[in-house]
Every structure is written in structure tokens, then in C-alpha cells.
């Protein structure tokens, strides 16, 4: 999470909610950034935490502002995805990143549903090829998506969203709790070293093996 030189650093989280996860039991996704962050040492960051729902951040805001972290490099945002990735390019010359080769960081989606603002996001992954996505894939919302006749809208499966945002590098965990969730995490830079436990590489046969649980039913996997 460090940061060079020259380089902005920024992290977007676009589904903030309120800094805790009450499925879960567990800290949400701006809280354990931040925590992921103070381990690494860095403070050199600016985070976005994006949400459609003001109660949600009034409660960020309370939770961030008590353990001190609500500094001028956190963000907390009211809008809609689609209009905050359309005034992304105005928000990060704000910031002083007026090369999109200089910004550096990752945006994480994590749809309760398979909505995202995908034509915003493949422009957004276009002109910034040093964000890495950071995912969350619910296997179960997707075959129940695309079983209905309601299906509406894109949703992609993982190797679709790679070829939709333009990364060359992709990640996967093995899928976790009744939703059979996954991450997916891409890039265009290789990953190196060791995976984190429960990662595969998208297209390796542990990888191919976890979309297939996630996009078919167990007797569909059967017929394959």
C-alpha cells in the first residue's frame, strides 16, 4: 500500500454502508481499509467511501470520527456510483493527479445485487490502468439472476468483467457462506509471491473450478 514519488495513492470504496457488517458480524469494508492501511504504515492515501444512503454514512461518519481517523484524507460521499465515476477525472485532478498513469490504488465493488454502473466503470478502468477492482461475486444472486425471466441489465461473469475493465491479471477465493461468495481481484500488473489463502489465479484449473461452482448449479456441473 505504499506509495512513490509522484504517484496518488487512492482508494474507492463503492458500496461504504455504514463501517459494519451485521450479515457478518464484522467490521465493513471502510473500517478494515483503514485498519489494513495503519498495519502497512501509510498514511499516504486518499479514501473515497461512496453511498447512496445517508443514514448509513451519518453512521461511518460517527464510527470514523471516534477512533480519530476522519482526517482530510478520507472521504465520505453521498451520490450515486454512476455519477460519482462520471466526475471521477474532476476529483482526482483536485487532488493534484492530473496523469491517470500516476494513479495508483483499487475501487471495490460489492453489490448486494449485480447492478453496477458498468459503462462507467469500463471507461473509468480504461484511462486508469493502475487500479486494481476488488470484487465481491455472489454465485447464488447470479444463477438466480440469470434464472429468472425478470433478468434484466449486464451482469458478467468473473472472466467477463476482466474483458469488460481491460485486466489482464485476476485472482479468485474459493467461494464462502450460503451465498457462495467470492473475491475477485484484477489488475494489470502480475501478482507475486505467495496468493493469500484461498486465491486462485482465474484461469488455473482451481480457479476455472471455483467459477464453475459459482455460475452452475451442482447438476449442471454434473452435465459439463
Known amino acids: 500500500m ?3 514519488i509522484g504517484r496518488h495513492l487512492v482508494h474507492l470504496d463503492l458500496h461504504a454502508g455504514s463501517g459494519w457488517n451485521s450479515a457478518a458480524g464484522c467490521k ?3 473500517l478494515a481499509y483503514l485498519d489494513a492501511a495503519q498495519r502497512a ?5 486518499t479514501a473515497f467511501f461512496v453511498d447512496h444512503d445517508p443514514e448509513a454514512l451519518s453512521i461511518l461518519r460517527k464510527r470514523l470520527e471516534f477512533d480519530n481517523r476522519l482526517s482530510n484524507r478520507v472521504h465520505i460521499v453521498r451520490s450515486d456510483n454512476e455519477v460519482f465515476l462520471r466526475r471521477l477525472d474532476t476529483t482526482f485532478k483536485g487532488l493534484g493527479a492530473y496523469d491517470p ?7 471495490l465493488v460489492d453489490p448486494n445485487g449485480l447492478e453496477s454502473p458498468w459503462e462507467e466503470l469500463e471507461r473509468v478502468f480504461g484511462k486508469y490502468p493502475n487500479l486494481d477492482l476488488v470484487m465481491r461475486f ?3 444472486t447470479w444463477k438466480r439472476k440469470h434464472k429468472s425471466s425478470l433478468c434484466k441489465g449486464y451482469s458478467p461473469t468473473p472472466a467477463q468483467v476482466l474483458r469488460t475493465l481491460n485486466r489482464n491479471h485476476a485472482i479468485i477465493s474459493e467461494p464462502v457462506t450460503a451465498h457462495q461468495a467470492s473475491v475477485l481481484v484484477a489488475r494489470n500488473r502480475p501478482f507475486k509471491g505467495k496468493l493469500p489463502k484461498g486465491f486462485h489465479p482465474i484461469y488455473s484449473k482451481g480457479g476455472i473450478k471455483i467459477q464453475e461452482k459459482l455460475l ?8 459439463l
Open 28 to 30: 465493513g469494508s471502510p
Open 138 to 140: 455472489s454465485g447464488t
Open 101 to 107: 498513469l500516476k494513479v495508483f490504488g483499487s475501487v
Open 216 to 223: 452452475f448449479t451442482s447438476k449442471e456441473r454434473g452435465n
Open 2 to 4: 505504499g506509495a512513490r
Open 41 to 45: 504504515g501509510n498514511t499516504n492515501f
